[in-house]
């Protein structure tokens, strides 16, 4: 079973976190089920970018991203190659490592 790496985050995830992934499920999906509080603001259907992550490795073991996807990701801040919508990435046979970033276009959030 692959694991998905997700490196510290300040307010999410502290210390980090490695999490057994199994294969299909959405990297937001996973992280929600394991407790990392990822937003998500438009409920995972690809119509926000608040969660934005960046692959920081296994990229390629990913699906391929949808135009739909790429279309959010250009609003999405601090947008990088590694950049996937976490709603819309879809775990393979790859360990990933994944970062959230500090900031989403989605400045208030109903958990703070």
Excluded: F
């Amino acid at each position: 079973m692959p694991q998905i790496i997700i490196l510290p985050h300040e307010e999410l995830c502290p210390d980090g976190l490695v999490i057994e992934a199994e294969k299909g499920k959405t990297i937001c999906d996973v992280a929600l089920a394991n407790g990392v509080e990822i937003e998500h603001a438009c409920e995972k259907s690809c119509a926000c970018t608040t969660c934005h992550v960046y692959i920081r490795e296994g990229m390629d073991s990913l699906n391929e991203n949808t135009e739909d996807e790429d279309d959010m990701l250009d609003k999405a801040w601090g947008l990088d190659p590694d950049s996937r919508l976490s709603c819309q990435a879809i775990v393979g046979d790859e360990d990933l490592v994944i970062e959230i970033p500090k900031y989403t276009i989605n400045m208030v959030s109903e958990n703070h």
